[in-house]
């Protein structure tokens, strides 16, 4: 889910994912016993995962790609909720997003994106054959 907040000028995105299936890919990325959410997490976990979502999820905002900056993460039972940032995001008007998350570890992975500018909701699905989308905004 990605959010617009057009008073710090950013785009806050948050990334739902169960823990299982994150596990899986990280290693596929060959970081193994991570035991994420767990007493003895990895130390580098957040490293991993951040580095996991930076080759698997690229952003371009208004035709300029953006790295967005990992925050954390929380675990909610199964499911890890990551969060990254897009600071200096002055206004919308077309994200485009590339995301394979999980693809490689799941063949039939689908990843639901959530765009909300200003209570406008748009959304994009995207799985292994089409891992690029499009979204415009007035």
Known sequence: QVNFNQQSHSLEISVKIFVDDLTAGLAAEGHNKLYIGEVQEDAHADEYIYAYFKKSIRFKVNDNDFEPEFIGKEM????????LEIGNVTGLSTIEVNCNLLTDVFSDQKNIIQVNKNGTIKNLLLSKRDTNGRLKFD
Request: charged share 40%.
């Open 76 to 83: 909610e039972k199964d499911v890890v909720w990551s969060y």
